[in-house]
């Protein structure tokens, strides 16, 4: 028989960032992006994953219904002062459960490693701002993170849909609002969720994934109706995710987009989270600053990634910050390696790296030369 609760104590006093439950092997800890066993722990059997899927389901028709009609099911679950983003799935037509672990207290934007010029970007009165990034990439804390900045300085009203609602916010100078989306929750899906914002009398919307053209749609609707509009795509770069918005359209509409896109987008920031020499995760960012060069590049008929991607790494005035020089200021400040910075590039574009680097070096030295008296 399973101890769920003695793998989830051993979860949260190791640090555990997730913790995977499947049928025919030992509970695994994800640590620092390591996968490990838990200790004093047996194979988990077909019967075990029922047991672990009762234990989060809890009896609810409305999320067992769910998991039956799809075969997939995302809720969230507290355990203890801990909350637990639960993904249930099936493989083999067995339940196959990832636990993702948030903890109570968010980190300060500060510690995140998000270059300021994001922070700053919340100041403005309407648009589209985009947190992008691969799966484990960090984007729901540092979304969360902007939110209690928001909450903590300015007068605002701040709806999210979420799915399922991570952090809880407590009101400060803010009135915040949370949804979570899916049957039987707060609203059926994002772009209802979306929707249904232009009702609500709120500043800023932030909505937890934009997946589909519909909410893409309703997104760019509410930054139009003059709403700040923060959101999240899986794309793996800034440049990507443009390409990922216009190809949401069918061909003919592409242009049309293309144009509101560039009038409406503010700020894409891009991240990774890489494992650092002191064994802490370390997170890369590239940010996109939408400026008159980057938005006559969105217009065109036909979109250059190349372009974008050179614009950015050669906009560093405006604030924006391309991978590169990311990866070059992370490796000199001593937080990663060389190999793990060209590893994160293309071969090309190892040469600029290495002369990013040297640059940087250079200017550290005569920074850090003592001034002669006069």
């Known amino acids: ?40 722990t047996e194979i988990l059997t077909e019967d075990d994953m029922i047991e672990v899927y009762d234990y989060f389901v809890r009896g609810n028709i409305d999320k067992d219904s769910v998991f039956k009609e799809t075969k997939k099911l995302d809720c969230s679950y507290e355990f203890g002062d801990i909350r637990l983003r639960v993904n249930i799935s099936t493989a083999d037509e067995v339940p196959t459960i990832v636990l993702r672990l948030i903890k109570n207290e968010l980190p300060k934007y500060e ?79 994002f772009s209802d969720g979306v929707k249904n914002s232009l009702r609500e009398d709120c500043d800023i919307l932030i909505i937890g994934e934009i997946r589909d053209k519909e909410t893409m749609e309703a997104a760019i609707e509410t930054a139009e109706a003059g709403h700040l509009v923060i959101g999240t795509l899986h794309t793996k770069s800034c440049a990507e995710t443009i390409d990922r918005m216009i190809n949401f359209y069918d061909v003919r509409d592409q242009q049309t987009i293309k144009y509101l896109i560039a009038s409406l987008l503010k700020l894409v920031v891009s991240q990774r989270l ?10 890369v960012p590239e940010v996109m600053v939408v400026d008159n060069i980057v938005a006559g590049m969105i217009r065109k ?22 991978l590169i020089n990311s990866l070059a200021e992370l490796f000199v400040e001593d937080k990663i390696t060389l190999d793990q910075a060209k590893s994160q590039i293309e071969e090309k574009n190892i040469e600029v790296l290495n002369r990013t680097i040297m640059q940087l070096k250079i200017k550290r030295d005569n920074a850090n030369k003592p001034k002669m008296g006069i």
Not at 16 to 39: F, T, Y
Not at 274 to 283: A, M, N
């Open 274 to 283: 890489l494992r650092g020499k002191g064994d802490s995760l370390v997170l």
């Open 111 to 189: 510690d995140l490693g998000v270059p300021d010029i994001v922070r700053r970007t919340m100041n403005q009165p309407q648009g589209l701002v985009l947190v992008t990034g691969k799966t484990n990439s960090g984007k729901t804390t540092t979304l969360n993170a902007l939110i209690n900045e928001i909450n903590e300085s300015q007068n605002k009203k701040i709806l999210t849909l979420e799915n399922p609602v991570e952090y809880k916010h407590v009101c400060k100078k803010s009135i915040i609002v949370q949804k979570e989306i899916g049957s039987g929750r707060d609203c059926l899906n």
């Open 1 to 40: 028989m399973i101890d769920i609760d003695k793998i989830l104590n051993e979860a949260i006093e190791k640090d555990a960032s997730d913790v995977h439950l499947v049928n025919g092997i030992k509970p695994i800890l994800r640590i620092r992006r390591e996968l490990v066993e838990a200790q004093n």
């Open 301 to 322: 008929e036909k979109l250059s990634v190349s372009e974008i991607e050179d614009a950015i790494q050669s906009s560093s005035e405006k604030g924006s910050i391309g």
